[in-house]
C-alpha cells in the first residue's frame, strides 16, 4: 500500500511541477512568429546574337507593375566574343544588386537558362537569361 502512496505522490508532484512550469513561462519564451517576406526579382538577359543584332537588358518591375529597363551589351561584336561588353555588363548587373542589398534587399536566390537558337541545324545565336530573387522581412 505504501508503494502505491508513493507512486500517487511521485506521479501527482511531477504533473504538478510540470504544470507550474509552463504556467510561469514569460512573453519571451512563446514560439517565434514566422518571418513574412516580400520579393523581388531582377532579370538579366544578354544576347549571344553575332555583331551586337540582339537586345540585352536588365529588367526589374516596381511596385506599381511598371517595367524599368537598362540596357546591356551584346556578348558577341562582329569579331567574335567581346569582353569588354561582358565586363561593362558585370559592372551594371553588380550595381544594381548594390542599390537593390542597400534598400534593405537580401540576395535570395539566382536561377539561370540558355536559350540557343537555331534553323537548319545551324546555331546563329540565343539569349543567356539570369534571374536574381531578393527578398525582405516585410515591416
Not at 544576347?47 to 511598371?66: F, M
Not at 537598362?70 to 569582353?83: P, R
Request: charged content about 20%; glycine content about 8%.
Amino acid at each position: 500500500m505504501n508503494k502505491h502512496i508513493t507512486t500517487a505522490v511521485v506521479a501527482a508532484a511531477s504533473v504538478i511541477g510540470t504544470l507550474g512550469m509552463f504556467s510561469f513561462r514569460s512573453p519571451d519564451d512563446a514560439p517565434p512568429k514566422p518571418v513574412v517576406y516580400e520579393y523581388q526579382q531582377i532579370t538579366a538577359v544578354e544576347s549571344v546574337v553575332p555583331g551586337g543584332l540582339g537586345r540585352s537588358r536588365i529588367l526589374t518591375t516596381d511596385d506599381n507593375g511598371q517595367m524599368r529597363e537598362k540596357e546591356l551589351k551584346n556578348f558577341y561584336s562582329m569579331v567574335g566574343i567581346n569582353f569588354d561588353n561582358i565586363a561593362n555588363n558585370d559592372r551594371v548587373i553588380v550595381d544594381r544588386l548594390n542599390d537593390y542589398s542597400q534598400q534593405g534587399w537580401e540576395l535570395w536566390q539566382v536561377a539561370t537558362a540558355t536559350n540557343q537558337q537555331s534553323s537548319n541545324g545551324n546555331s546563329n545565336g540565343g539569349i543567356f537569361i539570369t534571374r536574381y530573387i531578393f527578398r525582405r522581412a516585410k515591416s
